[in-house]
């Protein structure tokens, strides 16, 4: 199984090749290598490769920063995977594709399904609809929607958390922001597993569309928080609730956005675990990696 992957340094990015090591012959591509701001150098790299799939694990991620840069954040995150969705059209390669919760507003009192309407409320939200869009036009796609992802690698909420934890004695942190954590090490191995479905599957396979991957459950950012630095004997701060408005952030965010993967576990057979273990091991984990000596 060869894989072309876009985005090598990212969260996801790195997740993916820890999971693939040894299982996918996986070739990554940086910034450096190809900038998917230039959507003629992203079908060049389609084109030229040697695989059996593509994903792309690269986006643009700061959602404040989009509010002021939608053009960029469109460029990223809309007209790439579409040249990338086109690209593997042509040559016939299926393609893989990740998106977010971000492109729901966050009224709903249940967790969203992939057939609930999307209704971005920032610029990140509707850059990445745009890309979902373009990219399940194309045949033999895949999109998976996640949400607040965390793991070992980049940054990312669990590690920031902690890393406040043990700087500052109290953390004020929303508790009126709801969600279902997503576990990037177990999106990783699902993904490396399900290659060779996706790479085998015709125009009409069912594990082609639109999948919402998240844990089981649905948190507040405060409890989520609150999981991860339990778990921390080196931390000192107590956690204070505070509001989402309190924060003043440029891009909205959605109130409440759990994702519901039912159609994963029905389609795949994959049923994530609940978020709060998968958040407590992340969080043992980090500690650990944390307190080992230098290399
Ligand atoms: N993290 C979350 O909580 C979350 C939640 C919902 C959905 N998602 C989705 O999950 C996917 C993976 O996110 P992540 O958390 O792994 O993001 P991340 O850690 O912010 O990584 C983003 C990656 O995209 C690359 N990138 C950005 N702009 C680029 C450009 N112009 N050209 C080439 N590469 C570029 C970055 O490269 P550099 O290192 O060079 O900047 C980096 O490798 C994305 O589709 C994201 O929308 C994430």
Known sequence: MKVLQFGATGQVGQALIA?????LSLTTLTRAEVDLTDPAAVRAAVLAADCDLVWNAAAFTMVDRAEAEPEAAFAVNATAPEAMAAACSERDVPFVHLSTDS????QTDRPYVEADPARPISVYGRSKLAGE??????PRTAVLRV??????????YVAFMLELGRTRDVLKVVADQYGSPTDGEALAAFMVEAAPRWAAGGAGDAAFGLFHFANAGETSRFDFAQAAIARDPLTRAHLEPTTQAAFAEAAARPPRSPLDSGKLARVFGFTPQPWRPAVERAADQLVLAWAAPAR
């Open 133 to 138: 869009a373009a990219v399940l036009a194309r």
């Open 103 to 106: 492109v729901f507003d966050g």
């Open 19 to 23: 999971a693939g090591r040894g299982k």
């Open 147 to 156: 949400s607040w992802v965390f793991s070992l690698y980049g940054r990312n």
